[in-house]
């Protein structure tokens, strides 16, 4: 390029002036950095303050105690919850006696187990701001805690139940799924909390027969798959004398297969759908471990599963900033989900994914029942094997318990889904019912099992007694428990109980 060439020239001084003003920029940032770096972190922390004090006020418009709320921050846990009281928490922990490990998202009750699919962690307590599944009448805390052994704490101080059981106690262990484990209610006003206080009550009045002691071996999700094998892979070993199973709710739901109906449809169109063989002990949940498991041992799965590790705990570590949590977890995930869908669906086939509604009402595989009968005949088998008396009954659900609902049970009743799922638990219940009472004449000589249907124990209750769409307040709880001895004394289970 020589002299005579204006463009050049150009192009130069260009370059010259570009790389001067960058450099003067360079020089002055070096010399206000600090001011800059100062400045910036104030602002941050001032928006975080301000992030805060706005989600501890929605937190407590909706019944959740300062100190919870306080808890879940990391700029409030380390500053003012270490010089100002915590009632709720030391209440927790001092009546459960476990560790209080946080606010929904922060704390991860629920741990893999290959065998059982997943089962409750030990010594570990929590709260949420709604139950799993929970409508917008749902507020307050609610929490839960499991003692030593993974059980759903049942009475004051979370005593460890050893497995060897104590002279003088009659023991009972009841098996269900989230309902019976309690999330709804405070632990200790769960179906097995007021059961075991309903009969020591009686005891002491009489004077007469053993202390009763009722373990809580309820688990969200469980259906009787993994209620088969929690009993016979470990809860044996507690030598109980009565053996309970709560089922209806989960088991209504498919958790063992893909199978023909509309919500795959698109899957398989997308080739996203893989058909397994169908078994009534491994649920979808265990494949997927089985999966994670086989993935990991190769460069790229291990690559992806630390990807995925690492995002959710950058994820879960956000909500705990004010900036991250209030805004984004109370008010507007909904509704910017909802932007982007309505955004991007006219970038998608219509006819790839159906209405979720419309899925549910034909989500009731017929295999199901299969699974739930089944399931039935191993636990029998282990009844006659380990000597225990076992009561197999179908729990009441909404929609299919007969109840006239309250004004707060019809929001979630009268909602597009709730119809949707009535339409699949009721189809599930119509065919479980004959199920069961067939089952039970086949063991009509045995008089070491007992069979019921207490679906419609609560058809005459005009109380709310439902926080959701299935799990029991305190009051329901209490009901329930009630109509279990009941039936507990109808099947001649109960040593020495007066009438």
């Known amino acids: 390029m020589t002299e005579l060439d204006p463009a050049g020239g150009t192009l130069r ?25 100062f400045w910036g972190l104030l602002g941050l922390g001032l928006v975080e303050v301000l992030s805060i004090s706005a989600a501890m006020e929605q937190l407590s418009s909706k019944g959740i105690p300062a100190d919870i709320a306080r808890d879940h921050f990391f700029l409030t846990r380390y500053t003012l919850n270490l010089v100002m009281d915590t009632p709720t928490i030391d209440r927790i922990e001092q009546t459960t006696n476990s560790d209080y490990r946080g606010f929904e998202g922060r704390c991860n009750n629920i741990g893999a187990d290959s065998l059982l699919g997943w089962r409750n962690k030990p010594g570990i307590a929590c709260s949420f701001l709604l139950p799993a599944g929970g409508a917008p009448y749902s507020t ?6 499991f003692d030593a052994n993974g059980f759903m704490v049942s009475e004051p101080g979370g005593p460890k139940h050893p497995r060897k059981k104590p002279d003088g106690v ?11 484990a309690g999330f709804g209610a405070p632990p200790m006003q769960s179906i097995a909390g007021h059961t075991q206080r309903i009969l020591n009550d009686q005891k002491k009045k009489t004077g007469v027969g053993p202390t009763y002691q009722v373990i809580n071996a309820g688990v969200g999700g469980y259906n009787s798959a993994q209620q088969y094998l929690y009993l016979a892979s470990e809860l044996i070993y507690y030598q109980p004398d009565i053996v309970f199973f709560f089922n209806g709710w989960t088991e209504s739901i498919n958790r063992h297969g893909h199978f023909s109906d509309s919500r795959f449809a698109y899957m398989r169109k997308s080739k996203k759908f893989k058909p397994v063989e169908f078994s009534s002990i491994q649920t979808k949940k265990h494949r997927d471990y089985s999966a994670f498991i086989d993935r990991s041992y190769t460069l790229k799965g291990a690559a992806v599963i630390l990807k995925n590790a690492l995002s959710r705990a950058l994820g879960n570590s956000w909500d705990q900033t004010g900036m991250g949590y209030w805004a984004w977890k109370l008010e507007f995930r909904k509704n910017w989900k909802g932007f982007w869908k309505a955004v991007l669906s006219p970038l998608k086939k219509s006819e790839k994914r159906p209405d979720v509604a419309v899925a549910i009402k034909a989500d009731l595989d017929p295999r199901v029942l299969r699974v739930y009968e089944e399931n039935i005949h191993r636990s029998i088998m282990q009844s006659k094997l380990e000597g225990f008396k076992a009561l197999f009954v179908l729990q009441p659900v909404i929609g299919v318990d007969g109840k006239a609902y309250s004004p707060e049970e019809r929001l979630w009743v009268d909602t597009k889904i709730g119809k949707a799922k009535i339409i699949r638990r009721s189809s599930f219940y119509e065919k479980a019912r004959p199920l069961l009472s067939s089952i039970a004449r086949e063991n009509a000589d045995d008089k070491s099992l007992c069979f019921a249907d207490m679906s419609g124990v609560l058809q005459d209750v005009k109380k709310r007694v439902y926080v959701d769409e299935g799990h029991l307040n305190s009051y329901g709880n209490r009901l329930v428990a009630e109509k279990i001895i009941d039936q507990f004394r109808e099947c001649s289970f109960l040593p020495s109980l007066p009438e």
Do not use: E, H, P
Not at 13 to 37: E, S
């Open 13 to 37: 001084k260009l370059f010259l002036n570009t790389t001067g003003a960058f450099g003067r920029l360079n020089t002055a940032f070096r010399k206000r950095w600090k001011r800059i770096v």
């Open 140 to 145: 307050g805390l609610l929490w839960s805690a």
């Open 170 to 180: 009659f023991r009972i262990i009841m098996l269900g799924d989230s309902s019976l």
